[in-house]
């Protein structure tokens, strides 16, 4: 018997979180947060059955908050079995989770201040689900597993990690299962990639599997073509250097900011745009690039190439680095045309608020919005056309020209998606479950599923046990 049930991403993106069980053992495929709602927090907990399991192994697909931002919670919940991951996807959850903590603990001084102040008293969901102590407990855990290597995790259960092209570090893991008298396999794809993101190799499927967790994120859709939105991209930059505006880039720190640093490198190269000035506003980002130069032997060819060569640096000439709170404040008094890249990535906090506030009322300026914002969230209320938006208590017209790229995605789209199924799918899939997005994205992915290759997907809900 083996046993799949999913706590998190299922029907929806975030949360991702996966109990599979045995006769002989019981392992978590992620344990990450729900992101983006008002109520998460009381749905970031270890759910009962995990909590009255025993959990023998934990594996983590990468390093993303909404795949590992639970287990700083599991370990105050107890758990002191081994996390496996790679190296890089340590890297990045010391520094992804770190980061949660901080707002955690922030948030939680912000209501005790107000509750102080009302005289009121605070609520058991008010205190931080984690601090810094459980994620150093939680990094402490981890045990690093390398692409291509097997693994035994748990008692009957073996695990090897293939490049998912996501993140760095991302990996889709393949687990080999003692099952009664027979091996099966099952593989769990992660995040998948698209083709082409920069450093990162494409995604790897696995080769042969029995039953498959596919993600579904895009599952309605293709994505516009790099090219197209290079050249969409550059028209941009180019539009604003005429106009001597800003430009500015709210992007998430890890992943995010260095893919855009490339593309912005490789126009320079190309000599379609100039090197104009480059204001890289985020410490976090700055700290991902200390894991991505750690880590350039994960790197694909033409980026290993462009890094060896110094190629990279040379085209990203114009970067300027700003750590402290001063650095970035003084951006304010630069002239354009410049480039500013800011997190948070949809506008929700951090540094991005106040060049937001700075700026958004000017015409010359533009805010190009490059990764998914959630419904809510102030990047979305940009990209869908808000006359106005308040920050920090003001409210401010928009007369910035807002732009949305969608060709950046760090997602396969659903053609990308079919492929990277085709190529295990062959090897007789009994089983397709598909998570990890919407039932508006895995509903057509299901269809043409079925279409292309005769398998009848299950499309799980919040705990709903599946047996395989
Ligand atoms: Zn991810």
New binding site residues.
């Given amino acids: 018997m083996i046993r799949i049930t999913p706590y998190g991403a299922a029907g929806e993106v975030t949360g991702s979180a996966y109990m599979l069980e045995t006769d002989a053992a019981t392992v978590l495929i992620d344990f990450g947060m729900f992101q983006g709602d008002k109520d998460d927090d009381a749905r970031n907990v270890v759910p009962g059955a995990v909590h009255r399991a025993t959990v023998n192994a934990v594996l983590l697909t990468?390093g993303?908050l909404?795949?590992a931002g639970r287990l700083p919670v599991l370990i105050r919940d107890g758990y002191r079995g081994p996390i496996y991951c790679t190296h890089a996807t340590r890297d990045i959850a010391e520094i992804i989770l770190n980061d949660a903590a901080h707002i955690q603990e922030s948030d939680y001084e912000r209501k005790q201040r107000r509750a102080q102040r009302s005289g009121r008293k605070l609520s058991r969901y008010d205190v931080p689900l984690f601090d810094h102590e459980d994620v150093e407990q939680a990094l402490s855990q981890m045990v690093i597993i390398e692409y291509g290597g097997t693994l035994s995790v748990a008692t009957g259960v073996q695990a090897v990690f293939h490049d998912a092209g996501?993140?760095l570090g991302?990996a889709s893991v393949e687990l080999r299962i003692q099952d009664a008298d027979r091996e099966r396999i099952v593989v769990f794809s992660g995040?998948v990639g698209p083709q082409n993101l920069p450093f990162l190799h494409d995604p790897e499927p696995p080769r042969k599997a029995d039953v498959v967790v596919l993600e579904s994120t895009y599952g309605d859709r293709d994505h516009r073509s790099l090219e197209e939105t290079l050249r969409e991209f550059q028209q941009i930059i180019v539009d604003a250097i005429e106009q001597n505006g800003k430009i500015f880039i709210p992007s998430f720190a890890i992943g995010r900011v260095q893919q855009m640093m490339f593309h912005i490198a490789e126009l320079v190269r190309d000599r379609r745009i100039p090197a104009i000035p480059i204001f890289l506003d985020s410490p976090m980002a700055i700290r991902a690039n200390a894991v991505y130069r750690k880590h350039t032997e994960l790197f694909d060819t033409e980026s290993s190439q462009l890094v060896e060569g110094g190629q990279l640096l040379h085209d990203l000439r114009s970067i300027r680095v700003c750590v402290t709170a001063d650095e970035s404040k003084a951006i304010n008094d630069e002239q354009g045309p410049f480039i500013v890249i800011a997190g948070s990535g949809m506008c929700t906090a951090g540094r991005i608020m106040h060049h937001i506030r700075n700026s958004i009322s000017d015409p010359t300026s533009h805010f190009v919005i490059v990764g998914y914002q959630a419904r809510g969230s102030l990047g979305r209320k940009l990209v869908d056309g808000a006359p106005g938006v308040k920050i920090m208590g003001e409210y401010h017209n928009v007369r910035a020209q807002i732009h949305t790229l969608g060709g950046f995605s760090?997602h396969a789209g659903q053609t990308e998606l079919l492929d990277w199924f085709g190529a295990v799918a062959q090897s007789g899939v009994s089983s397709l479950l598909l998570t990890h997005g919407e039932d508006r994205a895995r509903k057509p992915l299901r269809d043409k599923v079925q279409e292309r290759f005769g398998v009848s997907a299950f499309l799980p809900t919040y705990s709903e046990h599946c047996e395989v």
Avoid: E, Q, V
Wanted: glycine letters at 0%.
């Fill in positions: 990468h993303h909404d795949h996501h993140l991302s995040d760090a």
